[in-house]
């Protein structure tokens, strides 16, 4: 006999356990509900559970809990829009019962708190406002009530002013406009925290001797640790040739390492070779290349692969130090409206550092992980079993940090004279001739087909970095063998960044199930594009460069992430998708691909949300979602698109909580 009996939450990492199912008053499993697929959270429960998922087999039967359940199935549960059961084996056996069976079975116990007839009155009521859900209808309401964590009701003034209690705090919005919390589908919070602290060129652009001068002042203003690296980061490559005569001017007694906006160059000094133990006999790494002279000396440019070579001599940062950055940065983000981060690389580095804001109760952000696929270090057969193992290790909280995707890089970087990303047609010589560089391929198709085929079949949410047309042709016929060998994937994968599109692949975006995850805050004409990109690939390629608008039209979901490092403002992300240009006055960037503020507000809210899997949580405001949300000083469905950049966000909510909120004029 089984007993269902509710649980005073033994385990806090499920903050939404409900039962403990016991036989005979020993715990033998328990039943929870999980807003988000979640695979490898199983490891985490506790060893004492009776390995024999038999014991729970019987329980799974939907009659048994039909016959069970004797009274109406409660309310707040009745919003929840999946229920997940999970038996303390693995994986392989989830079963997925109706919400009506869970709410049933949850009405059994009498300690049941959430199963109370009446509604309590809510914590929070906001009124008066121009809510955009981001619900399916895109519907736009007066009020918003949120009782702890989750959002109770949405709706007119009237009808949720029914929840406000004695110890309701309200606020009236006298008009202003609030959307979902913002999610950042493709950004690198802990990677780029620690450059808060480093000498920061922001991306300008820069020739040799400016950089001198911005450094000189950089080691000026904090000169740090005499004994360790200098680094300098974001600084513009397009155009910029460095010598290695030059960065011992900038630095000759420090390893010193130059990062460009992007990561996909870099220049290290003399010393820093040496420390590195870099010499003419290094080879060139796969995925990498060593700049050199003619006599195969490295001259200290580093390109991708062979970056990393050089980091790894760099002594180890800091575990509690590198929490303290993200906070930080973390603190700045939440100012700018962001609640939800997909991390677009992570490796165990990176995940201790989450952890450890998650341990001291600081993660004030929703975090999800894709593990890197280093084709440097593992081998493509190992990689899946490997990224298995990473997202068991990291299911630490389903709600807020988890790595349950895998990146995978296809090319690097399209400006010259980089020229990394995989173009279908060669690059053009800067008097528009064509070369017969196509930009690297970075995995062969075979290999790259089992290995998409490999991490769908596991579950991952497989995130591609493709920028040339090559790359992005590359990885869809990847997804195109996977659809085949495994069929249809609710996986959510996507292809970030798409710089270059070549028109036949907008319609298989749709057809693959594949999102274009997009960077829209470069869809404008800056140096990137016009001095780096435009003369080297031709005007008839360049029509469909960023090609937002052809994406849309051809049916493609679009999720928006802005890959900080440069800059973590959606807002002007916003406004480049729709004004593609600089600024009032500036030429645009082939306008036709201009997308409208509904589109690209959808790509950061609620599109953003199913890439990361997390919209049976987050995403839109409706009611039984969490309380993550933004209160914005504009309405930029209203206003002149170029002065969206300028928006202030008032106040940010996360999980019902006011984590950030404007200071008062
Ligand atoms: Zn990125």
């Known amino acids: 006999m089984l007993n269902f009996r509710l649980a005073r939450d033994p385990f806090p990492k499920f903050q939404a356990l409900l039962c403990n199912i016991t036989s005979h008053s020993k715990v033998v499993g328990v039943l929870y509900w999980s807003p988000i697929p979640l695979q490898g959270v199983y490891s985490a429960m506790p060893a004492s559970l009776p390995k024999n998922h038999s014991t729970f087999s019987c329980c799974l039967q939907e009659s048994n809990l039909r016959s069970a359940a004797g009274r109406k199935p409660s309310r707040a549960l009745a919003l929840l829009p ?38 309590p009155p809510a914590d929070l009521v906001l009124l008066h406002g121009k809510i955009h859900t981001e619900d399916p209808k895109r519907n736009v309401v007066q009020a918003m009530a949120v009782r702890g964590n989750t959002i109770i009701a949405v709706g007119t003034d009237q009808t949720v002013s029914i929840l406000v209690g004695p110890h309701t705090r309200t606020i009236d919005l006298r008009g202003q406009v609030v959307l979902p919390g913002i999610i950042d589908a493709h950004i690198h919070p802990a990677r780029s925290a620690p450059d808060l602290d480093k000498c920061n060129l922001h991306g300008d652009s820069i020739s040799a001797t400016e950089l001198r001068a911005r450094a000189a002042k950089c080691l000026k203003e904090n000169s740090g640790d005499a004994k360790s690296w200098f680094e300098v980061v974001q600084v513009d490559a397009v155009g910029l040739l460095l010598t290695l005569d030059d960065l011992d001017s900038i630095q000759s007694d420090r390893p010193m390492l130059i990062v460009s906006s992007g990561s996909h160059r870099a220049w290290a000094n003399s010393a820093a070779l040496k420390a590195a133990d870099v010499t003419a006999a290094t080879k060139d790494p796969i995925g990498g290349h060593f700049g050199r002279d003619t006599n195969g000396i490295p001259t200290g440019t580093l390109d991708d692969n062979a970056i990393d070579i050089v980091t790894k001599a760099m002594p180890k940062p800091d575990v509690d130090l590198n929490a303290a950055q993200l906070d930080r940065a973390f603190t700045a983000m939440r100012a700018r409206g962001i609640t939800s981060v997909q991390d ?181 004409r800056d140096d990137w594009i016009v001095k780096g990109t435009l003369p080297y690939i031709g005007p008839d390629r360049a029509r469909y460069l960023y090609p937002a608008r052809s994406l849309r039209n051809a049916g493609a979901l679009i999720a928006g992430g802005t890959d900080w490092g440069y800059s973590f403002d959606a807002f002007a992300a916003m406004e480049h998708a729709i004004t593609r240009s600089e600024g ?7 306008p036709e691909q201009s997308i409208g503020i509904e589109d690209i507000v959808a790509a950061h809210t609620i599109n953003a949300a199913y890439a990361l899997k997390q919209e049976r949580i987050t995403g839109s405001l409706e009611a039984g979602k969490r309380g993550d949300f933004i209160l914005l000083d504009r309405d930029i469905f209203a206003i002149d698109p170029f002065d969206i950049h300028d928006t202030k966000v008032l106040a940010t909510y996360l999980d019902g909580r006011e984590v950030y909120a404007a200071a008062a004029k």
């Open 344 to 524: 677009a690389g992570v490796d165990d580095r990176l995940m201790q550092v989450y952890k450890r804001l998650y341990d001291t109760h600081r993660l004030n952000m929703r975090v999800r992980g894709s593990y890197v696929f280093d084709k440097a270090v593992i081998p493509a057969k190992a990689f899946v079993p490997q990224a298995i193992e990473f997202r068991k290790k990291w299911a630490i909280d389903p709600y807020f940090l988890r790595a349950d995707a895998v990146k995978i890089f296809l090319d690097g970087v399209i400006e010259y004279p980089t020229q990394t990303a995989a173009l279908l047609d060669p690059y053009l010589d800067a008097a528009g001739r064509p070369t017969d560089n196509r930009g690297p391929s970075y995995l062969p198709q075979d290999t790259l087909n089992h290995l998409i085929a490999e991490a769908d079949a596991a579950g991952f949410t497989i995130h591609i970095h493709a920028i040339g047309d090559r790359a992005v042709r590359s990885a869809l016929d990847a997804f195109a063998y996977s659809r085949k060998v495994n069929g249809p994937s609710d996986n959510r994968d996507q292809i970030a960044h798409l710089e270059l599109v070549d028109p036949a692949d907008f319609p298989r975006f749709k057809a693959l199930a594949v999102i274009a995850n997009l960077q829209l805050d470069w869809a404008e």
């Open 584 to 590: 009032r006055g500036k030429e645009p960037l082939f």
């Open 82 to 119: 999946v229920v997940l059961l999970a038996a303390t084996t693995l994986s392989t056996q989830q079963h997925r019962i109706q919400l009506d069976d869970l709410a049933k079975v949850a009405t059994l116990s009498d300690a049941d708190p959430v199963a109370s007839a009446a509604d």
